[in-house]
């Protein structure tokens, strides 16, 4: 919705069902004096919200209690977001661009799992606090502390950052990485993209002096076509000094099928997974496909349109990851998106291209899943139903194309029961 400073905002409360909403160019505050926003929200049944170049965020609580996603773009943010957040105690992923100046204490929602900020170059400084918090992106160089005991991912992005800046400025902001970096000590894994990591190698010389902050550290994830071996010593150590048993690799390419039927197809096969399932697919897989590089579950890169519905299998069926585990990360990441494109092309099958063949081939293929520790038998229960309904099928057309046959049965029926009627009438007299 654009343009909105000279619309009513009461007709907001009409829409007690609404899910989803973004509001662009809105006028929030209803009064300049920043300590007088009336603007309130009241939407019981909202998930996802996108405010962008909005005026000025609201001040009073929000009664949103079922929002799981929020993204704020581009507007004026108070340094300290912990009443902003309070309420919404439902949020698993949040999205900020913050102002390029100032300081921010950002407390957030006890279940946030996923938490993303930008801002633009200059002097800004972030307290974070988020117990639960599994994965943590940034995009820009500003100091940062977690308050996080152990973040799974932390995700470090600079391509498309410094724009068309010169050379010699994107060194001096290079320069600030060294005092970046030690706010992010605790991270078990750290995911570089090409700028970043290339970043920190043409300041190798700076890092030679300085101890690896990185004690908690398990694995570090290099962009896809850089090679391991392009790294400097000063760099290796600096990284991984700290966690000698640590490991250096790269991460997977975004697979090249596409998936942008994936929603669709979830939504009518109504008969596989319940309505609720199939309507949160639809609304986590359109929303992911904003990031063009990968997914993350779970410190996981999967294939961003798999992330919402691991999400949910592991909400209505956790069972299917009790018991499964891998050594490898490489092994674990294919596992994972085998697991989703298995579920994926099991769903976009029609009931009427079922047959005996492809039953049986799904069968084998969910035994393999099972093998590899995913405990499938809601997919198997599902496939089981499809084959009772095959064969219920092919009952009714067998009697169905037989119709004389089945007349001719009947008959005999009726003339046995008259005949045992008659025979019964004749002994009694």
Known sequence: ??????????????????????????????????SQSSFSFSLPALKTLHLSHCIILPKTVWDLPALISLQLDTMHLPENLSDTFSAL?????????????????????????????KSGLGNVNIVVSAPKLCNFTFFGIFIVTILVPEPENINIRLQGWFQDS???????????????????????????????????????????SLPSPFYNLKFVKLPWGFKESSISSALR???????????????????TMDYQEVPR????????????????????????????????????????????LLDLIITKYPETFEQFISKSEKF?????????????????????????DIITEYRDLFTDLQR?????????????????????QYELHSIDSRPDDAKNKLQDLQSHC??????????SG
């Open 1 to 34: 919705m654009e343009s909105g400073a000279n619309k009513k905002d009461s007709w907001l409360t009409c829409l007690p069902a609404l899910t989803t909403l973004c509001l662009y160019d809105w006028d929030l505050s209803r009064n300049r004096d920043l």
């Open 89 to 117: 105690v439902n949020l698993q992923n949040l999205t900020l661009n913050l102002s390029p100046i100032g300081d921010y204490f950002i407390t957030c929602p006890p279940q946030l799992l996923n938490l993303s900020i």
């Open 166 to 208: 010169k050379l010699k400025y994107r060194k001096k902001y290079y320069q600030r990485l060294t005092n970046m970096l030690p706010g992010l000590g605790n991270a078990k894994t750290l995911t570089f993209d090409l700028e970043s990591i290339e970043a920190l190698n043409k300041i190798s010389d700076l890092l030679v």
């Open 237 to 255: 150590n600096y990284l991984l000094g700290g966690s000698p048993k640590a490991a250096i690799g790269t991460k997977f390419p975004q697979n």
């Open 265 to 308: 197809c979830l939504t009518s096969q109504k008969f596989m997974l319940d309505e609720a399932l199939a309507t949160n697919v639809n609304d986590r897989a359109s929303s992911s496909r904003g990031n063009s590089d990968f997914g993350l579950w779970r410190g996981h890169e999967v294939n961003p349109d798999f992330v919402g």
């Open 332 to 356: 674990y990441t294919m596992k994972l998106n085998m697991l989703c494109t298995s579920v994926y092309e099991f769903l976009r099958t029609s009931l009427t291209e079922f047959n005996t």
């Open 372 to 392: 590899w520790g995913f405990n499938v038998n809601w997919l198997l229960s599902h496939l089981k139903y499809i084959e009772h309904f095959q064969i219920s």
């Open 418 to 427: 008259l005949g045992k009627i008659t025979e019964i009438e004749k002994a």
